[in-house]
């Protein structure tokens, strides 16, 4: 499995439990190849992921819809997007910015024009960009986001992405997101402690990950973010703060699995408190 099919896994996820991910129009990225990933993974991992996918997809989705509700945010930049249906969950008023690999951001227009024009997908404003974070890409990516929301205020979602990041690669992300951003503007974020990592089901996944490789049985790279790589982010305050078990109480979800066989991702919301 490359990266970038791994958004397809994470919407066969959410397709799962339409319920609590409120995500409706996930189950239109399925076909049988994705079922399969998504059935393998659960029975070789930890079958938690779907119900942990589907509530980040919840958290995110449900504080988005209120900072716009309050006329806190006129945009939604979501970078590394990957198959990910916020704009049509979210009310029509909303714009939005997708970004991701080029072959996702292909596949994604194309698919979504076609469910556009068959009434399958309501019509929303959304400008779709393509860029790769490994390459050098600030400069232009920040001339094109600049051009489409002016000063208007945004939530930047980085959602399921710095996992596959290298720290060099995410430092100049947020230094990118500092650029973009005025004061009371905010940042989704998600990521693993390295006391994240210490679990069986942690574990499981790196196996997977390593079998399902198309590059060979190299080790999956991965990287970690402590809390206090938030904590101290010049310019920007940590406002909230959830992870498996949070989100399982907010949204009444009953694990069935031990804890040591839950992977424990952290869900970070930050607010800029400069102009
Ligand atoms: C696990 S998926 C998550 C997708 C979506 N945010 C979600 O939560 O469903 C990871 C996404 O990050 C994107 N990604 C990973 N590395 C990237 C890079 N170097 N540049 C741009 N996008 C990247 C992948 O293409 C993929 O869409």
Not at 111 to 125: C, H
Not at 247 to 259: D, E, V, W
Request: some cysteine.
């Amino acid at each position: 499995m490359e990266v970038h099919e791994t958004a397809f896994v994470t919407s066969a996820f959410r397709a799962m439990h339409v319920l609590l991910s409120k995500d409706e129009f996930a189950h239109l990225w399925l076909n049988d190849r994705v079922q399969h990933w998504a059935d393998t993974y659960l029975s070789t991992v930890t079958g938690e992921e779907s119900a942990a996918h589907s509530m980040r997809n919840r958290y995110f989705l449900d504080s988005i819809h209120r900072l716009f509700k309050d006329g806190n945010i006129e945009y939604l930049i979501n970078f590394g997007c990957g198959f990910s249906m916020y704009p049509y969950l979210l009310p029509h008023g909303l714009k939005h910015i997708e970004i991701d690999k080029p072959e996702v951001i292909r596949h994604k227009d194309q698919k979504t024009e076609l469910w556009e024009d068959q009434g399958i997908l309501p019509l929303r404003n959304i400008v779709r960009i393509p860029c790769d974070f490994s390459e050098n890409y600030e400069k232009e990516l920040i001339g094109k986001i600049n051009d489409i929301k002016k000063n208007s205020p945004c939530f930047i979602l980085l959602e399921g992405v710095l996992f596959f990041l290298t720290r060099e690669e995410m430092l100049r992300l947020f230094q990118l997101f500092n650029t973009l951003q005025k004061q009371g503007d905010r940042i989704g974020s998600v990521s693993f402690r390295a006391k994240d990592t210490e679990s069986k089901a942690f574990a499981l996944l790196l196996d997977f990950m390593k079998k399902e490789n198309p590059h060979g049985t190299e080790e999956a790279r991965y990287q970690t973010v402590e809390e206090k790589f938030y904590k101290s982010l010049p310019g920007y305050e940590l406002v909230d703060q959830q992870d498996f078990f949070s989100l399982s109480k907010s949204y009444q979800h009953q694990p069935s699995a031990t804890q040591d066989m839950i992977i424990n991702e952290q869900f970070y919301q930050l607010q800029k408190t400069r102009p």
